[in-house]
């Protein structure tokens, strides 16, 4: 049986996090007892998306890493992560145009390129927050879908908005392969629904709140059981709530798009920031969904890294 069927929930996630950890060419890397392989790729692209493909003799382990933050990250990561990807896949689900960031495109040759290189291995992919996004984008563009074994995506926003129905379509047809974790309580997952309108199957996590959002967003409100299993819960009046209010925040939102535009540095994105959301607080009754969108702006909340705490 391959390595990756056999980790739990928790395991799984901490294979995850493994994604930020820098790894390197040649490393062994082990989550619990299991070995899962060897890094034989370490990818940084021009555009800033990063990447890992770890190996042992029946399967590839794919991590898409994620956003380094605002306070780790540094001018160049500040512009790739955020600049060229995150703020312009906002501004797309806003004015609810396809304008693909570069990074997602890199992301889908990237996992194109990497089936092809190992012909006979089964395929395993995971992404949290960005890696998550990349992850999404790179399956919708899959041309060797029946490779893909299974798929673990945690707390990214949904962008099903931007996918073509070639795209979709190609989604759908690997939808029981993905499985997308949402945390409601997370500001990043922006997007939710309950309905197909997702890539892959919903996993409604039964998170605890926290004060602190760079803990939600980190897998801090998660919850197992003692066999390492993850905690869910079927949809209830909490989630269609959620996705009710972020449905028309998406719907009301041509002053949040020009806002998003404007953003050219950190200290300028955020006193612009606070400006509009005092204005669109005041303008539209919809509170909560516009609570939750201020926490992907706010520089002391998710976009610091995990350890900055």
């Known amino acids: ?30 989550v619990g007892n299991f070995h899962i392989g060897t890094v034989v790729k ?46 312009p896949i906002l501004l797309a689900l806003l004015i609810r145009e396809r304008k693909i960031p570069s990074q997602l495109k890199t992301a889908a040759h990237f996992l194109n390129k990497t089936i092809l290189q190992f012909p006979h291995a089964h395929v395993y992919i995971y992404g949290h927050s960005l890696g998550s996004i990349n992850a999404q984008y790179a399956l919708a563009n ?11 995506l945690y707390e990214g926003t949904n962008i099903w908005l931007l996918l073509n129905q070639n795209q979709r379509s190609r989604v759908a047809k690997i939808r029981s392969k993905i499985f997308n974790y949402v945390d409601i309580y997370d500001p990043v997952t922006l997007g939710i ?57 998406l719907t009301k939102s041509n002053d949040l798009a020009n806002l998003v535009e404007r953003m050219g540095q950190k200290n300028e994105f955020k006193k612009l920031a606070e400006e509009k959301f005092h204005t669109l607080r005041n303008k539209f009754p919809d509170h909560k969904g516009w609570g939750k969108l201020s926490g992907l702006f706010d520089n002391t909340s998710f976009m610091k890294d995990k350890d900055d705490e």
Not at 4 to 28: F, P, S, V, W
Not at 74 to 83: A, G, H, M, S
């Open 1 to 30: 049986m391959d390595i990756n069927k056999q980790l739990t929930d928790y395991d799984r996630i901490q294979l995850t996090k493994k994604a930020y950890d820098e790894l390197e060419l040649g490393e062994q890397v082990k």
């Open 42 to 87: 370490s990818v940084y692209a021009e555009d800033g998306m990063r990447a890992f493909v770890i190996a042992n003799s029946n399967e590839i382990t794919i991590l898409f890493k994620g956003s380094y933050g605002f306070v780790r990250g540094n001018p160049q990561t500040w512009r790739d992560e955020w600049l060229r990807t995150n703020l």
């Open 142 to 152: 899959c041309r060797h879908p029946e490779r893909i074994i299974a798929a673990y």
């Open 193 to 249: 629904t309950a309905t197909h309108h997702m890539v892959g199957k919903l996993q409604y996590v039964d998170s605890v709140p926290l004060n602190n959002p760079i803990k939600q967003h980190m897998w801090g409100g998660y919850q197992f059981d003692k066999n390492g299993k993850l905690k869910l819960r079927p949809i209830d009046e909490a989630f269609l709530t959620e996705s009710q209010n972020e449905h028309k925040l």
